[in-house]
């Protein structure tokens, strides 16, 4: 590891431009050493001090009384047993350790997840940014509906990053789920599992939940790579520059201070100096106008309709 990290940094060293998936094919790599070693230079050059939590949440299935498979509509007389969660995975974004927990036999075929949920509302409410793919829909409507129900008040607040809004948003692809984009993109893939699993974790097995945990913990390697790769196309993303120290100008995506200002961006009304992060690639740009006042007081704009 550590002579191909010292291989790779020479190389970007003298090729800072270059792509991530062209570093990695170039000297026999994988994607995500060659973020991994951009991620650990900028975090050293820059200090960015933003938790950003990656996370991923995975849920029992609900047990239902049904009178056939079509165009039902079950009522909640019907339930027999609620989902709860049967495990999770997080780490922070360019630290090491994945951190997951996963509940018992008894705790999985009872639906009680208590066990698991404190160490998960902690991480979330130390977060400064959490990420996760489908996070506004599905994890952390998740994760909310358990703390609730385990008696925990919400989090602190902390921005939200989509993985699965931004690829839809940015990207034809034919398919915007986590294991399609990545491998698509050159990332590692999820592990196999079928149905089975989940019904094999909620009626006693324990390898079976020990396999989900790892699943799960794949999950997140998963993410973190995808969103490296996804992170220089976010507009609006959250503010890296609020969580540097200094006085030089950084990027809004990843904090780096090493930008290329030779753009401009301009609104109906104005133009401002606009950069491309020499570290992530993403594109922004000055809060200040280069248009005098005088300038624009007599600028005009075309009728809206």
Not at 142 to 162: C, H, T
Not at 220 to 233: K, N, S
């Amino acid at each position: 590891m550590g002579k191909k990290t010292d291989t790779i940094k020479a190389y970007l060293r003298d090729n800072p431009d270059t792509p991530t998936t062209i570093v990695a094919k170039e000297l026999s790599v994988s994607t995500r050493m060659v973020r991994y070693v951009k991620e650990a230079v900028k975090k050293a050059t820059n200090g960015v001090k933003a938790k950003l939590l990656l996370v991923d949440v995975e849920t029992s299935p609900m047990e239902v009384y049904v009178w056939g498979l079509y165009k039902q509509r079950i009522p909640t007389t019907n339930v027999i047993k609620d989902w709860a969660l049967l495990s999770w995975a997080a780490k922070w974004l360019n630290e090491d350790e994945v951190m997951s927990e996963h509940v018992n036999i008894d705790e999985a075929h009872a639906r009680d997840d208590g066990s698991i949920i404190g160490s998960l509302w902690k991480l979330l409410d130390t977060a400064d940014v959490v990420i996760a793919h489908n996070a506004a829909s599905f994890d952390i409507r998740k994760m909310n509906a358990r703390f609730i129900e385990n008696g925990y008040l919400p989090p602190s607040s902390f921005q939200v990053i989509d993985t699965l809004k931004i690829s839809r948003k940015y990207f034809g692809f034919s398919s915007h789920k986590l294991d399609y984009v990545s491998e698509l993109l050159g990332g590692i893939t999820k592990m196999e599992t079928k149905f089975e699993l989940w019904i094999k974790c909620v009626t006693g097995d324990a390898d079976a939940l020990k396999y989900m945990q790892k699943y799960n913990k794949q999950d997140v390697l998963i993410l973190e790579d995808l969103y490296l790769e996804l992170r220089p196309w976010v507009k609006s993303h959250a503010n890296m520059g609020l969580f540097v120290d200094g006085d030089a100008a950084m990027c809004a995506n990843c904090g780096s201070t090493d930008l290329d200002w030779k753009y401009s961006y301009q609104t109906p009304v104005n133009s401002y100096p606009s950069y491309r992060c020499k570290n992530c690639g993403a594109i922004g740009r000055s809060r200040f106008s280069t248009i005098t006042k005088e300038k624009r007081k007599n600028l005009t704009v075309s009728v809206a309709r």
